[in-house]
């Protein structure tokens, strides 16, 4: 007898397209996400149990069109797939949802406080839901939301620790790509913001400066004491 299996018969992701074609609707809604995932690349290059999405494709349903939120994290899944890069992300093959969904918003919503903010809790039941808009005025730009109960509760504070993934995030001023403004960080449970990869090769240039210039004084000072020893009729050699 065969063994039946459903989920076979499902599409996979190479059948599937990888994106939704629609345009972002400005750059931030590309950088914000990026640089998110590029400090994660950094804080957790050795882990190889998580997932961040920009702009790509989460198919939930084999009959409906695939949603796209500008970044999504997953934890608990592979960082590849048979150690090549992900087409888009398919429910039925990685068997769990996002644990986070960030929406970028433009000058108009459309829909993040609504309607995507009701799928990202009932359809696909994503733990923290992001909308971060940066022209806000009246309210916090980044705002944080727990599934709690199958319902959305706004969090508070910045940065906002997400216990779920041992990580906070937050917005602070900062420099990424030579662009100062406001950005999304993520930061350790001490509230310390985690170093962006820009940064860490920038610490790692003046670790290595500092380095070099400590070695050239030694250098200079060794030479010194040297040519002390010569004027006092001692050859530095003849010490050894």
């Not at 190479?14 to 996400?33: F, G, K, T, W």
């Not at 957790?44 to 999504?72: C, H, L, Q, T």
């Not at 009701?118 to 839901?129: R, S």
Request: charged share 25%; with cysteine; proline share 7%.
């Amino acid at each position: 007898m065969l063994n039946y299996n459903p989920l076979h018969c499902l599409p996979s992701s190479e059948e599937l397209p990888d994106s939704e074609d629609i345009p972002v609707d400005n750059e931030l809604q590309d950088l914000i996400p990026s640089l998110l995932k590029a400090t994660l690349a950094f804080a957790w290059s050795e882990r190889w149990d998580w997932f961040f999405g920009v702009r790509m494709g989460i198919y939930y349903d084999p009959k409906k069109a695939a949603i796209a939120p500008d970044g999504f994290l997953s934890v608990g899944v592979k960082r590849f797939i048979d150690g090549d890069l992900r087409l888009s992300y398919v429910m039925w093959e990685e068997k769990q949802p996002p644990v986070l969904a960030l929406e970028v918003v433009s000058h108009i919503s459309h829909g993040e406080y609504s309607t995507k903010k009701e799928f990202y809790a009932k359809e696909l039941g994503v733990l923290y839901y992001l909308i971060y808009k940066p022209l806000q005025r009246k309210k916090p730009p980044l705002e944080v939301y727990q599934l709690i109960d199958g319902e959305y509760i706004l969090m508070s504070g910045n940065p906002i620790w997400l216990p779920e993934i041992n990580l906070g995030i937050g917005r602070e001023l900062g420099i990424y790509q030579g662009i100062a403004r406001e950005w999304l960080y993520w930061y350790n449970e001490q509230g310390q913001r985690l170093s962006t990869p820009e940064e860490r090769v920038q610490e790692i240039e003046e670790q290595l400066y500092f380095e070099r210039q400590l070695r050239i004084q030694t250098e200079q000072k060794m030479n010194q004491l040297a040519e002390q020893l010569k004027a006092l009729g001692v050859e530095p050699e003849n010490l050894a």
